[in-house]
């Protein structure tokens, strides 16, 4: 088992930056990829950035890419997501994932999932 714990949510007008982190606890996390998603209400759970294993592999969703940025500090069992010129559409609540078995960008491939974080971006 792995729990996943979020934090770093929040208000933030346009144009401003947040900092996610998501904290792991259980097995060893270096064994797995971490992804983190997004859901806004009345939308499907959608894919928003995933780090390999050590690190070295990251991927994007188009609509974050440049904005975003996914990292990792294996010694402190944990990663984040950088989020800077934020926008009204990136209002989600955030949750990250940890997979085991692939560098995946789809839902299903996730083992386990934290409970989420707000993220409001006003106008």
């Known amino acids: 088992q792995v729990q996943l714990v979020e934090s770093g949510g929040g208000l933030v007008q346009a144009g401003g930056s947040l900092r996610l982190s998501c904290a792991a606890s259980?097995?060893?996390?270096?064994?797995?990829?971490m992804g983190w998603f997004r859901q806004a209400p009345g939308n499907e759970r959608e894919f928003v950035a995933v780090?390999?294993?050590?690190?070295?592999?990251?991927r994007y969703a188009d609509s974050v890419k440049g904005r975003f940025t996914i990292s990792r500090d294996n010694a402190k069992n944990t990663v984040y997501l950088q989020m800077n010129s934020l926008k009204p559409e990136d209002t989600a609540v955030y949750y990250c994932?940890?997979?085991?078995?692939?560098?995946?960008?789809?839902?299903?491939?996730?083992?386990?999932w934290g409970q989420g974080t707000q993220v409001t971006v006003s106008s």
């Open positions: 994932a940890a997979n085991s078995r692939a560098f995946a960008t789809g839902r299903a491939s996730y083992d386990y």
């Open positions: 259980g097995r060893t996390f270096s064994n797995y990829a």
């Open positions: 780090i390999s294993w050590g690190g070295g592999s990251t």
